[in-house]
């Protein structure tokens, strides 16, 4: 089972405790969440890319040439 660590900090005594079937359900759902966020976040930055990409290719230009332009 996992544990966690406690710490008083007014002694500095530490307790390792067992986690409770509720602590593990909500940290196994915050770790589900988390890598659900992570893959959103990863396809909308490949849909701005591939944007970005489509937009340089209609103008006619290279990234490096729109990035001259911005400066």
Known sequence: MPHKVIVDCSTGETTEVELTAQEIADQEAAHKAA???????????????????????????TAEEATLLLS
Do not use: S, W
Not at 51 to 59: F, N, R, V, Y
């Open 35 to 61: 890598e659900a966020d992570r893959k959103a976040q990863e396809v909308i930055a490949d849909a701005k890319a591939t944007a970005k990409t489509a937009l340089l290719d209609k103008l006619g230009i």
